[in-house]
């Protein structure tokens, strides 16, 4: 546990303090968008990326590839990939929190 918190909390804590903005979307899909986009960065922050570099390489690359891209496709944009662009990786020192 890190300063009271263990994983668990920490990761559903930003959910948690955007709860509200969920209210204010005008439809369920605009709801399902942004959890599904917090959903992208807090697995990217887990995997130590550049959460900016790695959104920038997703928006790239998906339009790219069309409405159905292929498993391999995929999994090489996915957060743990060793295929990244290098300019997705960002050094830690320790887990934010």
């Not at 069309?66 to 957060?79: C, I, Y």
Request: proline share 4%; net charge negative; aromatic share 10%.
């Amino acid at each position: 546990m890190v300063g009271g918190y263990n994983l668990a909390e920490q990761t559903v804590k930003s959910y948690v303090i955007n709860r509200k903005n969920f209210l204010f979307s005008d439809t369920e899909k605009g709801a399902d968008a942004s959890a599904a986009v917090m959903s992208i960065i807090e697995t990217a922050q887990r995997n130590n990326l550049d959460v900016y570099g790695y959104l920038t390489h997703l928006l790239t690359v998906l339009p790219e590839w069309g409405r159905n891209p292929t498993d391999e496709q995929l999994e090489s944009v996915m957060p743990w990939s060793e295929s990244l662009p290098d300019f997705c990786r960002q050094e830690y020192d320790e887990i934010r929190q």
